[in-house]
């Protein structure tokens, strides 16, 4: 049941949930960058090549092996989840940034996540990498990522009024699909779950602490604006699990790599909410008192 459950609804609710970004771009939002190139590149540097060489470190570091360890690191070389977004709204981010920076990282995760499982099937699955980088796993990623973005920006270019009143209900949708998709995930692979909470728990909780904090650090030492830096956090803390387990259960047939991503897609909640009070309380203070008034 739970391989019927990953083989067959699993890429219809990630299509569901890229089809949902698609309603919500643009051409003009990858043209944006030009108007954030430091943030924009300090972000991508990190995302692509600075996180993964930390998850790697946590890696080793809690002694996480085999298709678990994999998995992990395939999560790293996943884009930013939707609810980016929503997150950086709460702290008074950039969420034009954000939106931004999705949608390139989605561009460009069709090209490093294959280059990303080659490299943790090298390192902890008996040398396998050729299965990264085969042309069909390739095409794979490539549709159950780009595809459904592509027609949902279609959709909004030709219907944009149908599309801004069809965001919410895609969005709500997604959630609750994703949702029992996940549960059955995790179902099928309680044991491996049961057998490994501990560490996963604190390797996802480790790994989003961490990517939250580089990813509004770095840019603040860059002297990049704070709701620059909001945005860049959370696009780079918030991970798009559901296509790590995408990729892991449906493309790779490896339902345990798609274990850490359904463990952090469930913890990493916690310190980005946390996150974005905390930001946003900061922010309230940091604005300035109003004119006292002359009148009278």
Known sequence: MGATIFAVLLPL??????????????????????????????????????????????????????????????????????????????????VALNITLTAINSVLAVFTMPVVVALSYALFLDGEGSVGLRPDKFAQVFAIVLVPVAIGMAVHRRFPEWSRRMRGAVKILSVVVLALVIAAGVGSNLDTLSEHIGKLSAICLSFAVISLAVGYFLPRLARVETDQAIASAMEIGVHNAALAIAVAASVLDNETMAVPGAVYGVLMNIPAALAAYLLARRARREQPAPAPSMAG
């Open 13 to 94: 609710a990630l299509a569901l949930v890229m089809f949902g970004l698609g309603l919500t771009l643009a051409t003009d939002d990858f043209a944006r960058v030009l108007r954030y190139p430091k943030a924009a590149v300090i972000a991508l540097v990190c995302q692509m090549v600075l996180l993964p060489a930390v998850c790697l470190g946590l890696i080793r570091l809690f002694g996480l092996d085999g298709a678990l360890a994999a998995g992990m690191l395939l999560l790293a070389a996943s884009p930013g989840g939707a609810s980016a977004n929503l997150f950086s709204h709460i702290a008074g981010g950039n």
